[in-house]
């Protein structure tokens, strides 16, 4: 079986590199189910991008497949990206919501001779599972990372971390306790929880018998982070002063009119709010709304793929629209550019973004309704945990 997926997937690398009039772009995400809105900005953003460049790069059109995995499924993420290079005949491989995803996808891509572009799955590690990945999302260790300096800074010296038990919870994690430590705090209690996790109350029991001032989470935006900073509420925790820190996974946009007064206040860090102030966001959010149909449901997965096709056309560009994974991903180590949420910039060597991150407080916007304010920028930000994905 093995012998035969190899097999076919060089002839169909060989007869679409001869063709090379239509490049096919296959997209892994959740398109329904629990997280179908993630799924919703990954084609929002792309649509965005494609609405605002065209559908065209040199002579060759690009057209977009997408395939459904509708919560972390590691074995049907694989089935679908096989499908997708054998059958369908795509060049490159983008999207992945869930880390557990992105990792299953990586072992076929120098055998189908594809690039995997990763507009959202956030463990540091999987740029090392593949020389043919390239990320224009974040990581949890990047966006985890400048909210324990904050934290310590708040005047907090003891926290309790709560986490998503899988790769980009372990990472947001051991992420904040290194920065935290560094500062002169201490982490006096670590709980992860399973992914299904969905009764916050005896969690948030353990954080007030903690006798931490505060508590740094990661959960994986969607149904869970709203159920989290309702249950924050409804406890007590907000009312006990017992702080809460976050990477921006916590408070996407498109909760915060559920979230309301709940998440007044609350702080976290970040590479893009939907309200950054630059010309470039300004046409961004103009388009994915359209595209998007309800801008009050945009959110970050949508800059990820945004961004994503800009790497996925300058890639097209560098190979004349011809199939050849290293030469499209050499095309864009250390490429730049000026994205909707920043100066950002693909790293020559680890092949995941720069990028700024952004302190952000949850606030009333101009038009009442609540935003994640950026309120101070850390510049030019790398990945701090490849050292420790080594």
């Given at each position: 079986?093995?012998?035969?997926?190899?097999?076919?997937?060089?002839?169909?690398?060989?007869?679409?590199?001869?063709?090379?009039?239509?490049?096919?772009?296959?997209?892994?995400?959740?398109?329904?189910?629990?997280?179908?809105?993630?799924?919703?900005?990954?084609?929002?953003?792309?649509?965005?991008?494609?609405?605002?460049?065209?559908?065209?790069?040199?002579?060759?059109?690009?057209?977009?497949?997408?395939?459904?995995?509708?919560?972390?499924?590691?074995?049907?993420?694989?089935?679908?990206?096989?499908?997708?290079?054998?059958?369908?005949?795509?060049?490159?491989?983008?999207?992945?919501?869930?880390?557990?995803?992105?990792?299953?996808?990586t072992p076929i891509l120098q055998q189908g001779n594809v690039p995997?572009?990763?507009?959202?799955?956030?463990?540091?590690?999987?740029?090392?599972?593949?020389?043919?990945?390239?990320?224009?999302?974040?990581?949890?260790?990047?966006?985890?990372?400048?909210?324990?300096?904050?934290?310590?800074?708040?005047?907090?010296?003891?926290?309790?971390?709560?986490?998503?038990?899988?790769?980009?919870?372990?990472?947001?994690?051991?992420?904040?306790?290194?920065?935290?430590?560094?500062?002169?705090?201490?982490?006096?209690?670590?709980?992860?929880?399973?992914?299904?996790?969905?009764?916050?109350?005896?969690?948030?029991?353990?954080?007030?018998?903690?006798?931490?001032?505060?508590?740094?989470?990661?959960?994986?935006?969607?149904?869970?982070?709203?159920?989290?900073?309702?249950?924050?509420?409804?406890?007590?925790?907000?009312?006990?002063?017992?702080?809460?820190?976050?990477?921006?996974?916590?408070?996407?946009?498109?909760?915060?009119?559920?979230?309301?007064?709940?998440?007044?206040?609350?702080?976290?860090?970040?590479?893009?709010?939907?309200?950054?102030?630059?010309?470039?966001?300004?046409?961004?959010?103009?388009?994915?709304?359209?595209?998007?149909?309800?801008?009050?449901?945009?959110?970050?997965?949508?800059?990820?793929?945004?961004?994503?096709?800009?790497?996925?056309?300058?890639?097209?560009?560098?190979?004349?629209?011809?199939?050849?994974?290293?030469?499209?991903?050499?095309?864009?180590?250390?490429?730049?550019?000026?994205?909707?949420?920043?100066?950002?910039?693909?790293?020559?060597?680890?092949?995941?973004?720069?990028?700024?991150?952004?302190?952000?407080?949850?606030?009333?916007?101009?038009?009442?309704?609540?935003?994640?304010?950026?309120?101070?920028?850390?510049?030019?930000?790398?990945?701090?945990?490849?050292?420790?994905?080594?």
């Open positions: 079986m093995k012998r035969f997926l190899g097999a076919a997937i060089a002839a169909l690398a060989m007869s679409v590199s001869a063709e090379a009039a239509t490049i096919k772009v296959g997209v892994v995400g959740p398109f329904s189910g629990p997280f179908a809105l993630q799924g919703k900005n990954f084609k929002a953003g792309i649509d965005a991008y494609m609405a605002v460049n065209g559908a065209k790069v040199g002579d060759n059109d690009v057209e977009i497949i997408y395939r459904d995995v509708p919560q972390a499924d590691p074995a049907q993420s694989k089935a679908l990206a096989q499908e997708l290079i054998v059958k369908e005949g795509v060049q490159y491989l983008a999207g992945f919501y869930f880390t557990p995803d992105a990792m299953a996808a995997m572009v990763v507009m959202n799955a956030a463990t540091s590690a999987i740029v090392t599972k593949s020389p043919y990945v390239v990320r224009t999302s974040f990581t949890t260790w990047q966006t985890s990372t400048p909210i324990a300096q904050v934290a310590k800074d708040a005047g907090v010296d003891k926290v309790i971390t709560v986490v998503s038990d899988y790769g980009p919870g372990v990472d947001a994690e051991n992420a904040f306790k290194a920065g935290f430590e560094k500062a002169g705090g201490k982490v006096v209690e670590a709980i992860r929880m399973p992914l299904s996790t969905n009764d916050f109350s005896p969690i948030m029991q353990r954080i007030k018998d903690s006798g931490a001032g505060a508590v740094f989470a990661f959960l994986p935006s969607g149904p869970t982070t709203l159920g989290f900073v309702k249950a924050y509420n409804q406890n007590g925790l907000k009312t006990a002063g017992i702080k809460i820190f976050s990477p921006g996974d916590l408070t996407q946009e498109s909760d915060l009119p559920a979230l309301g007064e709940a998440a007044a206040g609350v702080q976290t860090t970040f590479h893009y709010a939907v309200s950054h102030d630059s010309p470039e966001n300004k046409a961004f959010v103009e388009a994915a709304s359209k595209a998007i149909g309800n801008p009050a449901e945009l959110s970050f997965p949508a800059v990820g793929a945004y961004d994503g096709m800009h790497v996925i056309y300058k890639m097209i560009e560098a190979t004349g629209g011809k199939q050849d994974a290293k030469k499209a991903v050499d095309a864009v180590k250390g490429l730049s550019w000026t994205s909707p949420r920043g100066p950002v910039s693909i790293d020559a060597e680890s092949r995941h973004i720069t990028q700024n991150i952004y302190l952000r407080e949850v606030t009333k916007g101009p038009d009442g309704a609540y935003i994640n304010k950026e309120i101070k920028t850390f510049e030019r930000q790398g990945d701090p945990g490849l050292a420790a994905a080594k």
